[in-house]
C-alpha cells in the first residue's frame, strides 16, 4: 500500500475507532485538543522590545520603529500608504472621521461582528443601518445593500469576518453607483486576499486590529490602510491630534492622540517575521477540517465567496444543525466538546439587538437629532431574521486551534463524529 494511502486508511481508522466508545460527557475518554499557547515569541521580540526600551526614544515622534512598521505593512499588503494606530478601533474611528461621517448620518455595517465596529459609528453620533447576513459564510449579504441606502448614508463597513472576504465585487458596485465610500473592516483579515489583492485595499480604507487575539498581534494597535495621498494626510494628521507634519503645534484640523507606541511597531515587526508560516498552518488545518466536517450531517462549515482567494482563518466557523444531532441543543453540543477537551465558542449574539444601541439613542447627543418616531421605526429598519438564525447555530474555534499538529483536527473531527453516535444518550445525560 502507498504511504499515502496507508495515511488517509490510519485516519478514518481512527475516527471509526472513536465513534465506538463513549463520549467524555457519558464516561469515556477526553479527547484533549489545547490551542497553541498564544501569542508565540522568541528572542526576536525580546531583542526587538529592549533595543527600544535601551534607547529610550519610545514615543513615535522620537523614533523610527512605527515608521518603519507602516512602511513594512503596506509593502505586505500592497497598499500606498498605512498609518498605525493604538487598535482597530481607532483605525474605523479615524477613517469615519475623515470621511466626515457626523451626526445623523447614516452608515451599514453588518450585525454578525465584534462591537468595536457598532461603537466606532456610535461615536460619531451616526446611525447605524444593521444590513442581514448571507448565513452561509457568515458575511453581510450584499444582494440586501441597496435597499438600505437612503440619502443620509455615508458610508459602508463590510466586515472580513473571521479573516474571510465579503463579497467585494458586489459591494463595491453598490457603493460605487450610489457613490457611497467603502471602508474595510479588516480587523480580523491579515493576508486574507480577494482575487489575489489583499483586503484592505478595495476600499477608501482598510483597517486592521493587533490586539492580543489577532494573528497578528502586539497587545493593542491598529493600522489604516489607503491608496488615496489626501485620505492618508488627513488620517496621519487625525491620529496625532491633528498634526499631520509631527512638528510641534503645526495643527491642519481637529483629531485625537490615536498614535501606537515604539514599543508596539518593535514587537508588530518581529511578529511579521512568522506571519506567513503561521497562516500557511492554518490554511492547511482548515482545509484538511473542512473536508472531514463535510462528511458530519449538522456540521456545515462556513462557505467561502468564490473571489476569497485567501482565508486569514482567525476563526473556524461552522453552523451546528441541533436536528442532525437528535435534538442535542447547541449548548449541550458545546458542553459535550468541552468535557473532550475541545474549546469551542457560541460566537457573537444579534448586535442590532444590543440594548446599548437604545440607551445611546436615548442621550441628548441624539435626541437632537433622532426623533422619538424614528427611533420607533429602528428596530423594523434593521431586523435581520437571517442573523438571529445564525447567530443560534454558529460555533467557534480559535485561530489558535489551527496551529497544531494535523492530528489533532482529526481528533477534534473523531470527537464531534462520537457525539453525534451518542447524541441521544448525550442529551438525556445533560437533561438531567
Known amino acids: 500500500m502507498e504511504r499515502r494511502s496507508f495515511v488517509s486508511a490510519a485516519a478514518a481508522a481512527t475516527l471509526v475507532s472513536a465513534a465506538t ?20 515569541t522568541d528572542e526576536t521580540d525580546e531583542k526587538a522590545l529592549l533595543n527600544v526600551f535601551r534607547g529610550g526614544k519610545w514615543f513615535r515622534g522620537y523614533g523610527k520603529k512605527v515608521q518603519e512598521f507602516e512602511e513594512s505593512y503596506a509593502r505586505l499588503t500592497g497598499a500606498r500608504h498605512c498609518v498605525a494606530v493604538a487598535n482597530g478601533t481607532s483605525a474605523l474611528l479615524a477613517s469615519l472621521a475623515v470621511l466626515q461621517v457626523g451626526a445623523g448620518d447614516e452608515v451599514i455595517l453588518p450585525p454578525y461582528t465584534f462591537v468595536a465596529t457598532l461603537n466606532a459609528i456610535l461615536e460619531r453620533q451616526a446611525i447605524p443601518i444593521f444590513v442581514d447576513v448571507d448565513p452561509a459564510t457568515f458575511q453581510i449579504d450584499p444582494a440586501r445593500i441597496e435597499a438600505a441606502i437612503t440619502p443620509a448614508t455615508k ?125 500557511q498552518q492554518r490554511e492547511s488545518n482548515a482545509a484538511y477540517l473542512t473536508k ?60 442590532n439587538k444590543n440594548p446599548l444601541i437604545d440607551k445611546t439613542f436615548q442621550t441628548r447627543g441624539y435626541q437632537r437629532f433622532l426623533s422619538p418616531a424614528e427611533r420607533k421605526q429602528w428596530p423594523d429598519r434593521t431586523n435581520c431574521p437571517q442573523n438571529d438564525k445564525l447567530c443560534g447555530e454558529a460555533v467557534w474555534f480559535t485561530q489558535t486551534m489551527l496551529l497544531g499538529p494535523r492530528s489533532g483536527m482529526e481528533t477534534i473531527a473523531g470527537a464531534i463524529r462520537n457525539i453525534r453516535a451518542h447524541a441521544g444518550e448525550v442529551k438525556r445525560k445533560l437533561q438531567g
Request: overall charge neutral; glycine content about 10%; aromatic content about 8%.
Open 21 to 40: 466508545d463513549k463520549p467524555a460527557v457519558l464516561g469515556g475518554s477526553p479527547a484533549k485538543v489545547s490551542p497553541v499557547a498564544w501569542p508565540i
Open 292 to 351: 472531514m466536517f463535510n462528511e458530519i450531517p449538522g456540521i456545515v462549515p462556513a462557505l467561502l465567496y468564490p473571489g476569497c482567494t485567501r482565508n486569514a482563518w482567525h476563526l473556524y466557523m461552522f453552523r451546528y444543525k441541533a436536528a442532525e444531532f437528535d435534538g442535542l441543543s447547541r449548548a449541550q453540543f458545546l458542553n459535550a466538546l468541552k468535557a473532550e477537551g475541545i474549546g469551542a465558542s457560541s460566537g457573537y449574539s444579534p448586535l
Open 155 to 279: 458610508a459602508i463597513i463590510p466586515v472580513h469576518m473571521a479573516g474571510a472576504a465579503a463579497d467585494l465585487d458586489s459591494i463595491l458596485k453598490v457603493a460605487n453607483r450610489h457613490r457611497i465610500p467603502v471602508i474595510e473592516d479588516a480587523c480580523q483579515a491579515h493576508l486574507g486576499e480577494w482575487k489575489g489583492r489583499k483586503v484592505g485595499t478595495y476600499g477608501v480604507t482598510g483597517c486592521f486590529s493587533f490586539q492580543a487575539s489577532n494573528n497578528l498581534n502586539s497587545g493593542e494597535g491598529g493600522a489604516i490602510l489607503t491608496n488615496e495621498e489626501e485620505v492618508f494626510l488627513h488620517c496621519s494628521g487625525f491620529h496625532n491630534n491633528g498634526n499631520s507634519s509631527h512638528r510641534p503645534h503645526s495643527y491642519v484640523g481637529n483629531g485625537l492622540n490615536l498614535r501606537m507606541t515604539e514599543f508596539q511597531a518593535a514587537l508588530l515587526m518581529a511578529q511579521m517575521t512568522r506571519l506567513e508560516k503561521q497562516s
